[in-house]
């Protein structure tokens, strides 16, 4: 009785002294997907996948019997549909599973990346030849055109700290030469492009609006087109941005088990995963989906600032990675991540 009193005395100090673990970085499934969760991410990973399994299978919109998920709509609108990325960045397999299977893609990895596949080996590639798998996976790996200074711990929002790369009144003037600068209202709403080598940009927007990627990224090009200010940045500017790092995991459950309307299909297993590396050096976004699908009878606007102004990215603040424009042909962002919570990303 007295351990047991002892027990739970432990459990309510250490209540009041640890503080609660924060809840995951939430994977969107589409880029105009809403979520009340502060901290997300999306890839255009999914949506490929999605872009395949209507395309070549249901021939449709994905619609369930019982009742359609939020994300399938979602993903039947094809936001995106990788017309904006170059071919060598990503890779696909469409085929019915069989003992080659694994053995395929995984030479098909190497070769086009040099990389290995996380998800593999949790599949099912025992011979069955009602079963189909759509994979595929996005990898990219650039440098930013100057290497940007370590600036150490410092505070991000209210209550918590980061490590930070950027620019400051000691960095040398040519690391800010290249640096575009889409709009400054004031120090807490304002967006820049960091140059990178090869096809690459990475944007970089502060603003606390809790809004789906999709209306974030037109809210910041509408700002920045009618934007009159300075968009050099200038030699008294300063430039904080956290070093960010995660790996996730999501599998989208609502999607499985349920036969799709006017097929005799199920889809068996709806998987993503995502990792991101950004440092003052390097950009490396990776990210894997994939759908298995069986027959339904297989078993298995302020004034600018005058002065200096203060690109810090300590607070709310999002990343859309994009390659450049084709000509005069636009291109959509191809990853989006919205940061809140920094303890979830460092």
């Known amino acids: ?31 105009l997907s809403r979520s009340n969760e502060q901290d997300r991410v999306w890839a255009g990973t999914f949506q490929i996948a999605w872009n395949e399994l209507l395309d070549k299978y249901t021939r449709m919109p994905v619609r369930f019997r019982e009742s359609t998920p939020m994300t399938a709509k979602e993903l039947n609108r094809k936001s995106f549909t990788g017309t904006s990325l170059s071919e ?46 759509i994979y595929t996976m996005l990898k990219k790996d650039f440098e930013f055109t100057n290497e940007y200074d370590k600036l150490g711990v410092s505070k991000f929002g209210k209550d918590m700290t980061a490590q930070y790369f950027g620019i400051d009144a000691n960095t040398d003037s040519e690391k800010r030469q290249d640096i575009k600068v889409l709009y400054y209202n004031n ?12 096809n690459d940009e990475v944007y970089l927007y502060k603003n606390g609006a809790n809004k789906d990627f999709q209306s974030l990224y037109k809210d910041m090009t509408v700002k920045a087109s009618k934007y009159t200010g300075s968009k050099t940045f200038n030699g008294t500017d300063e430039l904080k941005v956290p070093e960010i790092k995660f790996d996730i995991t999501k599998t989208f459950n609502e999607l499985t088990s349920q036969r799709i309307m006017g ?26 989906a994939e759908i298995t699908i069986e027959t339904a009878f297989s078993q298995t606007d302020e004034a600018e600032n005058i002065g200096s102004r203060y690109f810090y990215l300590d607070n709310t603040f ?8 084709k000509g005069q042909t636009r291109t959509q962002p191809y990853f989006a991540l919205r940061v809140n919570d920094i303890r979830k990303f460092q």
Do not use: H, R
Request: with cysteine; net charge positive.
């Open 1 to 31: 009785m007295k351990n047991k009193v002892w027990s739970l005395i432990t459990i309510f100090i250490l209540s009041i002294f640890i503080p609660a673990i924060a809840s995951e970085i939430e994977v969107q499934p589409a880029m």
């Open 88 to 133: 060598k960045c990503y890779y696909k397999y469409l085929g019915k599973v069989n003992k080659n299977t694994q053995k395929i893609i995984t030479k098909a990895l190497k070769k086009k990346f040099n990389e290995t596949s996380d998800i593999l080996d949790g599949l099912d590639f025992s011979p069955n030849s009602s079963s189909f798998l």
């Open 187 to 198: 120090q807490y709403d304002f967006a820049i492009i960091l140059p990178a080598k090869g």
């Open 263 to 288: 097929t005799n299909l199920t889809i068996g297993q709806a998987v993503e995963t995502i990792q991101f590396n950004m440092d003052n050096k390097v950009v490396q976004p990776k990210s894997e």
């Open 318 to 325: 999002v990343i859309f990675l994009k390659e450049k424009p």
